[in-house]
């Protein structure tokens, strides 16, 4: 075996910690950056899932707006139909009085 003089087992015993103290501290760097990044993909998959959220509750606003359009000009059409009936039977009714008033204007 190789003896070493005491100096020299000194310094590579220095020359060790200090290896060993900069792998330690690129470590914690590294686990700092790594943490920041899974916090980071949480952070994104929230925002993600809370505007899934978002655009399923305003498509389901947007449908439902839809049906209230849809409602809306059924009954504006229904109202169109019955303003025409009475439109009809109104002139109908003025026409029968006409009739009538020319019967008793001969008489």
């Given at each position: 075996m ?8 000194k ?32 952070e ?64």
């Amino acid at each position: 075996m190789n003896k070493e003089r005491p100096g020299e087992l000194k310094q590579k015993i220095k020359r060790l910690e200090i290896s060993r103290d900069n792998l330690k501290s690129n470590n914690r760097e590294k686990n700092k950056q790594n943490k920041k990044i899974r916090d980071r993909n949480v952070e994104i998959a929230q925002n993600r899932d809370q505007w899934r959220a978002r655009s399923k509750e305003l498509v389901r606003q947007k449908e439902e707006l839809e049906q209230q359009i849809e409602a809306a000009k059924k009954e504006t059409e229904r109202e169109r139909m019955r303003t025409k009936e009475e439109r009809e039977r109104a002139d109908n009714l003025q026409v029968e009085i006409d009739v009538i008033l020319k019967k008793k204007s001969r008489s």
